[in-house]
């Protein structure tokens, strides 16, 4: 028989608590007050694009065939929607790329004399949420603490770039010498979940069979991301041996660009199970060296700028197919749970694309945006151009806040909500 639990019960053991993701065995004033679940809003930026050929497809409609980056999601189809001929105006800045500065707030002429960023999209959402979760908004990058966040003054939020850290900051809860307590048992090998045996045993007597079913699913993502967390720091404390053969992978090695993403794509479902954030940036980044992928010689920015070299071109597909496996990783993870009898997924919008069009000539035209989750009708390709012209990007933003029920009619560049069916 199941029993009312308060929302925010925590599983606790030995000074350390980890938070819990929504069941429907919450406490009847939650039930009362919520009969849906929330909306999240989650934004990926790869800055320094994806290859054109290979993302593109020749045709529109849910008909659209196949290329090399949409077969790596061909799973997933039926849960995102390719969207062509987006992008903001006047994006050259006095630096190629400063136009990673302004993917989410729109903001002319980035980096000139007298430029002043204006808020992004996700701080508006934040602002709107206020405090019903424990952070308002979660903001993470791959290699620094570079970010695509801005607060209302157009100051930036440093991201945070530590699997780890925000592991600790976000599921474990406590002392400071219990939390480093259980950092070191994670580096261990030992999960906070076998600390916390006879609270999960009490927890699931109390939770229905359909709560029991998401805390399965739960579970074994918190084991997961223990796992690979563990793994990266446990690299830190080893020696590294003379040997004959390449050196063993090390999640702190800032070549390492697809394992650090994945390390985040991996947290993204925890924070959103949990209510921990209902915003979230991740800024996959330029990590000026060359990445640990099979194949690759050179950095990734120089790839980028291939000159139409097919040895280039042959290397940076190997990269970001890298990083879109990432994104399908994430996807995947959020399909899995269920919620007030719907998927994770359908109540998370998320957005993944790049400020750069094409990233060979820095032009920031015709952006790669994917719009998976959320609720909406999906598995098409969509160009949105007229003509010639793109529209903005900001018209999606709009879109997205209005379907977030935030009442806002514009926001940086727009000129009314995206509509694509």
């Not at 800024?283 to 990445?291: E, K, L, N, R």
């Amino acid at each position: 028989m199941s029993h009312s639990l308060h929302r925010r019960t925590f599983l606790r053991a030995s000074g350390i608590a980890l938070a819990l993701p929504f069941l429907e065995s919450m406490t009847p004033a939650f039930a009362s007050s919520r009969t849906t679940p929330p909306k999240r809003l989650i934004f990926i930026c790869t800055a320094l694009g994806l290859h054109s050929p290979n993302l593109w497809p020749k045709t529109t409609g849910a008909d659209y065939e196949s290329t090399p980056y949409l077969e790596l999601l061909n799973e997933h189809r039926d849960d995102f929607t390719l969207l062509g001929g987006l992008s903001h105006e006047d994006q050259t800045g006095r630096q190629p790329h400063d136009s990673e500065m302004t993917w989410l707030t729109a903001a002319r002429k980035p980096g000139m004399a007298g430029f002043r960023n204006t808020v992004s999209i996700d701080q508006v959402v934040a602002n709107h949420f206020g405090n019903a979760t424990r952070f308002a908004s979660v903001t993470l990058g791959t290699a620094k603490a570079q970010s695509q966040s801005y607060t209302s003054g157009g100051v930036m939020i440093p991201a945070e770039t530590s699997p780890a850290s925000v592991f600790s900051k976000m599921f474990l809860e406590g002392k400071p010498d219990a939390i480093r307590t259980q950092q070191r048992r994670l580096g261990e090998g030992r999960s906070i979940l076998d600390q916390l045996g006879s609270a999960t045993k009490k927890l699931r007597s109390q939770a229905s069979a359909s709560d029991n079913h998401l805390l399965d699913d739960y579970f074994q993502s918190v084991r997961q991301a223990e796992t690979k967390i563990a793994a990266a720091q446990g690299w830190i404390e080893r020696p590294k041996p003379t040997v004959d053969v390449g050196p063993p992978v090390d999640i702190n090695d800032p070549s390492d660009l697809i394992g650090r993403t994945q390390l985040l794509m991996d947290l993204v479902p925890l924070i959103v199970q949990t209510d921990s954030s209902r915003v979230i940036t991740v800024m996959v980044q330029d990590h000026a060296v060359v990445p640990k992928v099979e194949g690759v010689s050179a950095d990734h920015h120089n790839l980028s700028h291939h000159g139409q070299d097919p040895t280039k071109i042959g290397q940076l597909e190997k990269i970001e197919a890298g990083i879109v496996g990432c994104f399908g990783s994430l996807l995947e993870q959020v399909k899995r749970p269920t919620e007030f009898g719907s998927r994770l997924l359908d109540n998370t919008t998320i957005v993944f694309g790049s400020n750069l069009g094409n990233a060979n000539s820095h032009e920031a035209r015709n952006l790669p945006i994917f719009l998976a989750g959320g609720g909406y009708d999906h598995g098409r390709y969509v160009d949105l151009r007229n003509g010639h012209d793109d529209q903005p990007l900001c018209n999606l933003f709009v879109r997205l806040l209005q379907d977030g029920e935030i009442e806002m009619d514009a926001f940086g560049q727009s000129n009314g909500p995206l509509t694509w069916t």
